[in-house]
Every structure is written in C-alpha cells, then in structure tokens.
Nanobody
Framework: QVQLVESGGGLVQPGGSLRLSCTAS????????VNWYRQAPGKEREAVVN????????TYADFVKGRFTFSRDNAKNAMYLQMDSLKSEDTAVYFC????????????WGQGTQVTVSS
C-alpha cells in the first residue's frame, strides 16, 4: 500500500523559510515522477514543482522560481521542498504527489500540510 506523509508546514512571516518533507512507503520514489502541489482557500490545486524520471527534468512554476528548491533523498525515500523568501500568497495546503504507471497512470497523494505566511 502506497502512503505519503508530509510534514514541515507551519506559520512563518513574510520573507521567511520553511522546509516541507514527504516520506513515502510502499514504493521507491526514485523510480517515479514526483510533484508538489498546493491549494489555497477558494482556489484550485496547482502544481508547484514537477520532477520526471530524472533529476534534470525538474520544472518549477513561475511563481516559485528562484525561491523554492526541490530535492529527493533516495536513501530515505523522501522528497523535500525548501521554500525561501515566502510571500503571503504562498499560503496554502501543500501536497506531495507520485505518479505511478502500471497499465495506466495512478496518482498517490499525501494528506497535505498547511503553510501560512503572515505577519
């Protein structure tokens, strides 16, 4: 059974930093495309960063380029989102996501972690 567990969210002032973690069980993250998404109140879920099958295929949304950094630790079967220079508009629930292809694409989601940027 695939399980993703996020952690690291919280309340931070504008300009501050947070590091989100996503730990997986039931599958090796290194073998699959992985993503971070976010959903702000009243808005649709949007992609923050996508990584394909290789590390050099990482794509960041324009609104986080230069501020957020994705990384993956294969030994810990975990992935991370380092968020710097946070803005109030980054306030959202952040979700990690894994795409697994068998005979079709299957999506697995974590439960989400709340990030609130406020003074």
């Amino acid at each position: 059974q695939v399980q993703l567990v996020e952690s690291g969210g919280g309340l931070v002032q504008p300009g501050g930093s947070l590091r989100l973690s996503c730990t997986a069980s039931g599958l090796p993250l290194r073998n699959h495309p992985v993503n971070w998404y976010r959903q702000a109140p009243g808005k649709e879920r949007e992609a923050v960063v996508n990584m394909g099958y290789t590390d050099d295929s990482t794509t960041y949304a324009d609104f986080v380029k230069g501020r957020f950094t994705f990384s993956r630790d294969n030994a810990k079967n975990a992935m991370y989102l380092q968020m710097d220079s946070l803005k109030s508009e980054d306030t959202a629930v952040y979700f990690c996501n894994v795409n697994v292809f068998t005979t079709k694409w299957n999506n697995y989601w974590g439960q989400g972690t709340q990030v609130t940027v406020s003074s």
